[in-house]
């Protein structure tokens, strides 16, 4: 009697591979993570993690791909069209940095290859284009912010996007440092909610028009004394 014959699912194989590769590179790094057990966790063997993906460092690349692009899908999702200018930011703003406290896997991955100084990342033609739809969106909500008069003109969206997100990332990667050399627990409820409200607060005040921001934070009162005495001069 013949034995049915398995159904081969070579989607499923790299995906295993990829998750269990995501694990290993995540913890160990891209020195000290096994290619003999990302196999083994994947369910599969050697031969065929080199069959998709050629060697460890062209696995390590497809992996951090797979986060970036991730990641951007994240934040397209986000339905921001909807919204008035700042609230689509402030949704903006949390969405990125709740994912970021969400899967610290993906900060271990970008810490480790900064230590390679981006060299493998370079290697990939996919990134620039997960990051254009997220740069995209961005740059029509500040052109409609723009465009009411609610936020300043000619903001550099890509500028503007990486400082959101380095506000996001600084309190999650250091979290660890920062607790032990301030004393403050930075992934406590009470201080996502006050940090990220400071944070999202700092990046509208950035976006709001000089005359806005000067009646929303008038000068102190020895700068307002020397303009009234230029004034009088």
């Known amino acids: ?23 290993q590179f995540s913890t ?26 050629e060697s460890k460092e062209g696995l390590y690349v ?13 934040e397209v999702r986000v339905d921001l069209q909807g919204l008035q200018p700042a ?4 949704a903006l703003a949390l969405s990125t940095w709740d994912y970021l406290r969400a899967n610290p896997q993906w900060l271990n991955l970008i810490n480790n290859e900064n230590l390679h100084e981006g060299q493998y990342l370079e290697r990939s033609a996919k990134l620039r284009e997960a990051s254009s739809p997220v740069i995209s969106s961005l740059s029509a909500i500040l052109a409609r912010g723009a465009a009411t008069g609610e936020f300043r003109a000619e903001v550099d969206a890509l500028d503007f996007y990486v400082t959101m997100v380095a506000m996001g990332y600084y309190v999650v990667s250091n979290r ?58």
């Open 62 to 74: 497809a992996v951090l791909e797979a986060m970036y692009v991730e990641f951007a899908n994240l």
């Open 176 to 233: 660890f440092t920062l607790k032990a050399f301030v004393g403050r627990d930075y992934s406590a409820p009470s201080a996502i909610e006050a940090v990220s409200a400071m944070q999202v607060e700092m990046l509208l005040s950035f976006l709001r028009p000089a005359s806005a921001a000067t009646s929303l934070y008038p000068a102190s009162a020895g700068a307002a004394a020397r303009e009234d005495g230029a004034r009088m001069n």
């Open 87 to 90: 609230d689509a930011i402030r």
């Open 28 to 53: 160990h790094g891209l020195a000290g993570a096994r290619v003999d057990a990302i196999a083994t966790a994947a369910d599969t063997n050697e031969r065929m993690l080199y069959y998709y993906f």
């Open 1 to 23: 009697m013949n034995q049915p014959k398995l159904k081969r699912d070579p989607e499923g194989t790299r995906r295993r591979i990829l998750d269990a590769a995501t694990q």
